[in-house]
């Protein structure tokens, strides 16, 4: 089994690559020299022995000089995909990301591809800013996840892969309801409504559907849109019938005169909200908003 097989095959049940070094942080190499007569073989397992002790900037010197001096030979596509890791390692992920875009563009067909795809995706992952930021980085790692997912699908890379898309979602409609948040507070309610509507119909399973439909009742009635408030916390009231956010939104119902008397109480089990048919399509909660809206 060739090195760099072996060293993808470590890393297949880990969340993230770190788990390989069993160093806390990255060493720091001053200028590394590298003996380029030592031949491809020579050079590249000097290159893993390097990634192992934590010499990154060592490692990836070793892994360049095979591609530059030996070109043709067994050697070069996995220098140049360990290159990639070694970049990864030094947190240097915009490096990475471009040297694993040549591994894949020369080496399309490759066995350890389903390896390449992962690892830059990882690169764009590691890179998610904060929800107070803007989060075209998030939408990013979730296109190179979606594709890792999509192309190997019944890979141990995909199942993590597909894990991290959720927390992607997550994290994107966690941005939404902190905008939410603040036109709220700002009183442009219908803005506020326009990000909260977008969780609950893009992201209705993260963990953030809950406020949503529960700041959508509360707007609906400071607006005086009462249908809207009671269908809204129908749908709020069957999917979450136990969430504090239900409980909010029922007593400002009762507080408003505005209550259904169909309505379950908090922590009670309701009937199915008017017209949610059951598909083979989104997820209930989608079927139910999408039907009373």
């Given at each position: 089994?060739?090195?760099v097989?072996?060293?993808?095959?470590?890393l297949?049940?880990c969340?993230?690559?770190?788990?390989?070094?069993p160093?806390?942080s990255?060493?720091s190499?001053?200028?590394?020299v590298?003996?380029?007569d030592?031949?491809?073989e020579?050079?590249?397992n000097?290159?893993i022995?390097a990634?192992?002790?934590g010499?990154?900037?060592?490692?990836q010197?070793q892994?360049?000089a095979?591609?530059?001096?030996?070109p043709?030979?067994?050697w070069t596509?996995n220098?140049?995909?360990m290159?990639g890791?070694?970049?990864?390692?030094?947190?240097?992920?915009p490096d990475?990301?471009?040297?694993l875009?040549?591994?894949?563009?020369?080496?399309?067909?490759s066995k350890?591809?389903?390896?390449?795809?992962?690892?830059?995706?990882?690169?764009y992952?590691?890179q998610?800013?904060?929800?107070?930021?803007?989060?075209?980085?998030t939408?990013?790692a979730?296109?190179a996840l979606?594709?890792?997912?999509?192309?190997f699908?019944?890979s141990?890379?995909?199942r993590?892969?597909?894990l991290?898309?959720?927390?992607?979602r997550?994290?994107?409609?966690?941005k939404e309801?902190?905008?939410g948040?603040?036109?709220?507070?700002?009183?442009?309610y219908e803005?506020?409504?326009?990000?909260?509507?977008r969780?609950v119909?893009?992201?209705?399973?993260?963990?953030?559907?809950a406020?949503?439909?529960s700041?959508?009742v509360?707007?609906y009635?400071?607006?005086g849109?009462?249908?809207?408030?009671r269908?809204?916390?129908?749908?709020?009231?069957?999917?979450?019938?136990?969430?504090?956010?239900?409980?909010?939104s029922?007593?400002e119902l009762r507080?408003?005169?505005?209550?259904d008397?169909?309505?379950?109480e908090?922590?009670?089990s309701g009937?199915?909200?008017?017209a949610?048919v059951?598909?083979a399509?989104?997820?209930?909660l989608?079927?139910?908003w999408?039907?009373?809206?």
């Open positions: 089994m060739a090195p097989t072996c060293l993808a095959l470590l297949a049940g969340s993230t690559l770190d788990a390989i070094n160093f806390s990255s060493k190499d001053q200028q590394p590298v003996r380029a030592q031949g491809p020579t050079l590249y000097n290159g022995d990634l192992h002790t010499r990154y900037r060592l490692a010197a892994f360049e095979i591609q530059q001096n030996y043709y030979s067994a596509s220098a140049q995909l290159e890791y070694a970049y990864y390692l030094q947190n240097s992920y990475a990301v471009s040297q875009d040549r591994f894949l563009q020369l080496h399309p067909t350890d591809a389903a390896y390449a795809y992962y690892l830059r995706a990882l690169c992952y590691e998610i800013a904060d929800v107070s930021r803007d989060q075209q980085g939408v990013e979730m296109s979606n594709e890792v997912a999509t192309r699908p019944d141990a890379y995909a993590d892969a597909r991290k898309i959720d927390l992607c997550d994290h994107i409609a966690g309801m902190l905008v948040r603040y036109y709220e507070s700002q009183h442009y803005a506020a409504i326009n990000r909260y509507q969780v119909q893009d992201f209705q399973t993260t963990n953030h559907t406020e949503a439909l700041r959508l509360e707007l009635l400071k607006l849109l009462t249908d809207q408030a269908r809204t916390a129908s749908v709020l009231g069957y999917n979450y019938p136990g969430s504090p956010w239900y409980q909010t029922y007593r507080s408003a005169k505005a209550l008397p169909h309505m379950p908090p922590g009670t009937p199915v909200p008017a949610a059951p598909t399509h989104p997820g209930f989608g079927r139910a999408n039907s009373v809206f």
